[in-house]
């Protein structure tokens, strides 16, 4: 039994060994593979970087010496786009790329797109996106009715909004698929302005990772049409939306009004007084103050610690701050304002 | 004579059945561990961190500088997290009572200008001496405090910070640029459902840096250090990936984790009378999640995201490895009760038993095993046998997973892109077995020992300094 167990173990130690050697030749002659592909794309780099920068930028003729052959080509005419589409804007030269990528780049992102790989055909919807090939847009549907991951699928969505925001509006109602906020708010961000306040329309209907994504999303775009959308939901039933919305409002930062705000100067959320706290830097003090210096002797450290920095960024904010240590009774309070009052002077 | 054959049979019989169970543990995670990053082979790792790179999209996170005595290191340390790609963070260096000139350099180094601030005590820790604010870059802080250890200097950082997310590193740290994107993108991704996030350790020996940031990855020349290479590869792809994949972590390492400030706090911060004070906190949390019934997750990043430097010397390698068995050990008994306890779901039942069993309790079976091969090199007959059959299994153990795991991650990963450097790497690993192995599970052991006498010291490691040696090279 022993005797046959050390065979037994001799044959298994043997048998990986020579696995893993094999995988070491593969592994080597890859490497061989890898560094002859580096060459070529190195040597198109080389050779075509300065072309390329005269057909984008200098309106040089067009040469078919910059027309790929092979994917280490390829790879390299990625690099050249995805650093000028990264740091520069011009209308002209993405013009420009994207002609090139739906005439030249197109068939070799669908041959990736049958690949076996998930990452090979991930990376080639993400090229599908960046250098905006339309024409491949039908490929992608078909696409599509395969077995997909999400991440495909996520991916889908991001091409469809480029290129057919009605298609995307509809393939987002879909209720089976459902992706996390920040992944929606890199879809919305992305969208046209008249693609996006449809989502404001049937609020109610999206879910609820939607709903927070639409409000964060039209923060950041800070375009005055979505200010009273944001205001309307002011008086959302929904606790979380309201304190979005207030931020929402905070981030665009024009207050024309105060009235909406003041409910929330008592709310029971310490996360939306402390937003009212900061929106109040939008509005003259002479209008906020008695509102603030209720939010300063508030119970929580956040709220007076953000009261007191509104007041403060005033003009008249420190005079004030003084005044109300000396006429305060409420020792947290009169800490924060003596804090904050000394950071502020000594800044000066 | 009979006696000597029982204890024999019996020692022998446990010492197998134990290497059996490690070798199909480590076998099924490797297998876990290769399916995961066979996925992500050769995607294109730039269009995500790109995507991330906008404020709109990540999270303010806090970086925590913990510093005893690091006046070699620290502002190298600074300098990689000033290098960070991130749009929001803010660096608090806490010098926890050192008795060199770690404050004055950093004040020296960063302009540091004494504040007036208040700090709300979320955790209890020792008295804060003087908060200090860098002229040259606004959002660095140093605070200065009474020396209470690790733990205690890093909960103040946890009070002193203002973002929801921290992150804590060694002051020997060096972090790749992209470094907190990938350790943040779990937890951005999952919309807070990821509370803690810890990524993959490299060593920094032998590296080539400019600026506080590798930008050449190179084989250190000194034995022991490539050894530990090995190892840290062998855990990544035997462990990390596999644990991760199912919430089972109990580990991630304090050189550099993000956790959530909230959920950090509620589990009361670091603990200040423990060794281990990362995977302590770890475990606090993973309690924490059970009892509130929330669905939330600890988990580990494939990526490498943090650089390291590792002992050189014998006499260093022996006292960390000490120290983390004891506080391994340690964080296990304080835990006790979780083990196998069905409110603790898989953590309960996996994780503990497995970090039991395998992690602190091997090592002690595993140089049974090595004493065991000797004493039956002296008896003779029949005891050649098992010993040699055990011997075959410390080969398939020590060296056949150490072989592929360096293959494996040469294919999926390339850190190191030499031939030469693999085919080293591989002729070490068959050597493993003979001095490495055996050292270091003597020290583990010992660290035992020291968790049994109830023994404890600070055990700083020596530092030469990643810096020096770069300017060396």
Redesign the interface.
């Known amino acids: 039994m022993?005797?046959l167990?050390?065979t037994f173990?001799?044959t298994?130690?043997a048998l990986?060994?020579v696995v893993?050697f094999t995988?070491?030749i593969y592994?080597?002659v890859?490497?061989q593979r890898e560094s002859r592909f580096e060459q070529v794309r190195d040597r198109y780099l080389l050779n075509y970087s300065q072309l390329w920068y005269d057909y984008l930028f200098n309106n040089a003729l067009f040469s078919m010496v910059l027309v790929p052959r092979g994917a280490a080509q390829v790879e390299a005419i990625e690099r050249i786009f995805?650093s000028y589409l990264?740091n520069i804007i011009s209308e002209n030269v993405e013009q420009k790329i994207k002609q090139f990528a739906n005439q030249y780049l197109k068939k070799f992102y669908e041959k990736d797109l049958s690949s076996r790989?998930?990452?090979?055909r991930?990376?080639a919807l993400?090229r599908i996106a960046?250098l905006q090939i339309e024409e491949l847009l039908l490929s992608c549907q078909e696409f599509e009715k395969n077995k997909i991951s999400d991440e495909e699928h996520f991916q889908l969505l991001k091409i469809y909004s480029l290129f057919q925001p009605d298609l995307f509006m509809e393939k987002i109602k879909n209720p089976n698929i459902n992706y996390?906020?920040?992944?929606y708010?890199?879809l919305f961000?992305l969208l046209e302005e008249d693609v996006f306040i449809r989502f404001f329309d049937d609020f109610n209907c999206w879910p609820t990772?939607i709903q927070f994504a639409v409000i964060?999303t039209a923060a950041?775009k800070r375009n005055m049409q979505y200010l009273d959308e944001l205001k309307k939901l002011l008086s959302h039933d929904v606790m979380e939306i309201n304190i979005r919305a207030l931020k929402g409002l905070y981030e665009i930062g024009i207050i024309d009004e105060i009235d909406p705000f003041i409910p929330f100067v008592t709310s029971d959320m310490w996360e939306a007084r402390l937003m009212v706290a900061k929106i109040f830097k939008h509005v003259p003090l002479a209008y906020t103050y008695s509102y603030l210096e209720q939010l300063l002797q508030d119970e929580n450290?956040w709220v007076r610690?953000q009261a007191a920095k509104t007041i403060v960024e005033d003009r008249h904010g420190i005079a004030k701050l003084q005044q109300f240590i000396e006429s305060s009774n409420d020792p947290y309070a009169i800490?924060?304002a003596q804090?904050i009052a000394?950071?502020k002077e000594?800044s000066k | 004579m009979k006696i000597i054959d029982y204890c024999m049979m019996f020692f022998g019989g446990i010492i197998l059945f134990y290497m059996l169970f490690v070798i199909v543990s480590y076998c099924t995670m490797f297998i876990i561990a290769m399916l995961d990053l066979r996925k992500r082979y050769r995607l294109d790792p730039s269009e995500y961190d790109d995507a991330h790179i906008d404020a709109f999209y990540s999270k303010p996170v806090s970086l925590l500088v913990p510093a005893y005595n690091e006046e070699v290191g620290v502002v190298d340390t600074v300098y990689s997290l000033l290098n960070l790609r991130y749009p929001q963070t803010e660096i608090i260096i806490i010098n926890d009572g050192s008795t060199d000139q770690t404050l004055q350099t950093v004040i020296k180094h960063f302009r540091m200008k004494p504040i007036n601030k208040i700090v709300q005590t979320n955790i209890p820790t020792k008295q804060i001496k003087q908060i200090y604010e860098s002229e040259i870059y606004k959002n660095c802080i140093l605070v200065d405090k009474e020396n209470g250890g690790k733990a205690d200097a890093l909960n103040v950082g946890i009070n002193v910070s203002q973002y929801p997310y921290f992150c804590s590193i060694d002051g020997d740290s060096i972090l790749d640029e992209k470094s907190l994107l990938r350790v943040m993108k779990p937890i951005i991704l999952s919309d807070g459902e990821v509370i803690a996030a810890g990524g993959n350790i490299r060593i920094a020996n032998g590296a080539k840096m400019q600026f506080g940031s590798i930008y050449e990855t190179q084989l250190p020349s000194n034995y022991l250090v490539i050894m530990q290479v090995i190892e840290y590869l062998r855990a990544f792809l035997m462990g990390r990936i596999a644990l991760s994949k199912f919430n089972l972590v109990l580990i991630i390492s304090g050189a550099f984790s993000v956790f959530s400030k909230k959920w950090a706090v509620e589990a009361g911060g670091y603990s200040t009378n423990i060794i281990g004070e990362d995977m302590e906190l770890v475990v606090n949390i993973h309690r924490l999640i059970k009892e509130k019934k929330e669905n939330k997750r600890i988990e580990f990043v494939p990526d490498p995201v943090c650089w390291t430097e590792a002992p050189q010397t014998l006499g260093v390698l022996r006292n960390q490895r000490r120290r983390w068995h004891q506080g391994l050990f340690e964080s296990l008994w304080k835990h006790k009760k979780m083990t196998l306890n069905p409110r603790f779901g898989l953590i309960g039942f996996i994780s503990f038993p497995y970090f039991w069993l395998v992690e602190c309790l091997g090592p002690v079976v595993e140089l049974g095993g090595y004493i065991y091969i000797v004493v039956a090199f002296f008896l003779g007959k029949i005891y050649y046998e098992v010993a040699l059959i055990l011997l075959l299994l410390f080969v398939i153990y020590g060296v056949i997973f150490s072989i592929a795991a360096i293959l494996f991650e040469s294919w999926s990963m390339n850190t190191y892109p030499k031939k030469r450097e693999i085919l080293r790497m591989i002729l070490l690993a068959f050597t493993e077995i003979f001095w490495y192995r055996p050292l270091t599970l003597f020290w583990r052991c010992e660290g035992l020992v020291r968790f049994l006498r109830r023994k404890s010291d600070w055990g700083n490691m020596k530092r030469v300094g990643i810096a020096e040696k770069e300017k060396n090279i």
């Not at chain 1, 790989?117 to 090979?120: L, T």
């Not at chain 1, 996390?180 to 992944?183: A, D, G, L, N, V």
């Open positions: 022993i005797k167990s050390i173990l001799f298994v130690i990986l060994l893993l995988f070491l592994l080597f890859q490497r995805s990264k790989r998930w990452s090979i991930m990376n993400y960046d996390s906020e920040s992944e708010r890199r961000v990772n964060d950041v450290w610690s800490e924060m804090e000394a950071r000594g």
